[in-house]
């Protein structure tokens, strides 16, 4: 019913910069809080950083200042743009948004098919 589809990812040497994209589409009512999350290998999947539908956002420590989030709300995109990367960033990364689907009362999380940032000279 719902689909996230991420694209951006790819092989950056340090200091370099990426940017992700996602698109929702579906029979999607509305998109709360929208965000990414990573998991790097051996490691859980953290929080990267999310976007309300007001705009306000919120970021791991470890990005802050790096990374900037933003949405479209009339597209039902969000997008991570990552400056300075570092080695430390690599991981797959993973597009997340609790949407309403038409005809639902509840908000549910859905999540994308993840996409790999590999950070290394």
């Known amino acids: 019913q719902v689909q996230l589809v991420e694209s951006g990812g790819g092989l950056v040497q340090p200091g370099g910069s990426l940017r992700l994209s996602c698109a929702a589409s579906?029979?999607?009512?509305?998109?709360?809080?929208m965000g990414w999350y990573r998991q790097a290998p051996g490691k859980e999947r953290e929080l990267v950083a999310t976007?309300?539908?007001?705009?306000?956002?919120n970021y791991a420590d470890s990005v802050k200042g790096r990374f900037t989030i933003a949405r479209d709300n009339a597209k039902n995109t969000v997008a991570l743009q990552m400056n300075s990367l570092k080695p430390e960033d690599t991981a797959v990364y993973y597009c997340?948004?609790?949407?309403?689907?038409?005809?639902?009362?509840?908000?549910?999380?859905?999540w994308g098919q993840g996409t790999q940032v590999t950070v290394s000279s």
């Open positions: 976007i309300t539908n007001d705009g306000s956002t």
């Open positions: 579906g029979s999607i009512f509305n998109i709360n809080t």
């Open positions: 997340n948004a609790r949407i309403r689907v038409v005809g639902a009362i509840l908000v549910n999380h859905y």
